[in-house]
């Protein structure tokens, strides 16, 4: 399982990151951090891309977290 995490995180990297912190966002359980660590190792390798990453991450929780506010 983690080969094929390892294949396959690199294509859907950004909607996971993206996925992930919009969830977390949203205050639901889900483990956040693991996807987090995941993008900043295939950002150390060179599969992704450092700022597109933490913008997607950002912008995500963002968006994420203005739903509890406003409920």
Do not use: R
């Amino acid at each position: 399982m983690l080969a094929w995490f390892n294949q396959h995180f690199p294509q859907l990297g950004y909607l996971a990151v993206g996925l992930a912190m919009l969830a977390e966002g949203l205050t639901l359980p889900c483990p956040a951090l693991i996807v987090l660590l995941m993008a900043g190792a295939a950002c150390a390798v060179g599969k992704l891309s450092f700022w597109p990453a933490v913008i997607i991450a950002a912008a995500s929780y963002a968006l994420g977290s203005l739903v509890p506010y406003y409920i």
